[in-house]
Structures are given as structure tokens and as C-alpha cells.
């Protein structure tokens, strides 16, 4: 799977592109089947803004979403919230199957 990564309204280095693919691909080996991975950047009204999308099967879309001073620091912000809801899901699902 590929991971696509946008720049609206600025431009990125490759550095930077190159860790948002590395992080991507860190998500999609924890990530049950994952259909797609996006990476969005923008310049917001000064603000950086860093969009994650993770798209799994059955409709589910793991999104998150973070501002900060730079993008580098918005990207570890998002990261740490996707990261939460595939954790959070991990649990859920382990939790299910012991359950039954």
C-alpha cells in the first residue's frame, strides 16, 4: 500500500516527507488491513497543520489532527493521537474475542 502525501498552501522538504512515510508505514503494520494512508500539510493563517487518514475495512477512518509551530512537531502530535485509536481498537477487539 502507499501512503500519499499532500502539501496544501507550502511546500515541505523531502526529510520531512520521507518521516511522514515512515510513520505511515509504522501505523499500516499495526493497522488490520488497511486500504489507504494520506498525509496532509498545510499552512494555516500561520498555524502548521498536520491531517492524518487511515482508512480500514468496513468504512472505518482513523482521522487525527494537530496545529503547532511547526510541522515536524504537528506531525509527532498526530502521530500520537492515531496511535491512540489504533491502540484504543486493539484493545477493543483483543477485549471482544476474550469475551465470547
Not at 526529510?15 to 488490520?32: D, H, N
Not at 489504533?86 to 474475542?97: A, N, V, Y
Amino acid at each position: 500500500m502507499r501512503t500519499i502525501v499532500t502539501a496544501r498552501h507550502c511546500e515541505i522538504s523531502d526529510e520531512l516527507r520521507a518521516k511522514a512515510e515512515t510513520i505511515m508505514e509504522k501505523f499500516v503494520k499495526l493497522a488490520s488491513r488497511p486500504l489507504s494512508a494520506e498525509v496532509i500539510f498545510d499552512a494555516d493563517h500561520g498555524e502548521k497543520v498536520v491531517e492524518l487518514k487511515l482508512s480500514l475495512p468496513r468504512g472505518q477512518v482513523k482521522v487525527a489532527k494537530a496545529e503547532a509551530v511547526s510541522f515536524r512537531s504537528a506531525l509527532d502530535r498526530a502521530a500520537d493521537k492515531i496511535r491512540r485509536q489504533l491502540d484504543k481498537e486493539e484493545r477493543r477487539s483483543t477485549h471482544r474475542s476474550t469475551v465470547e
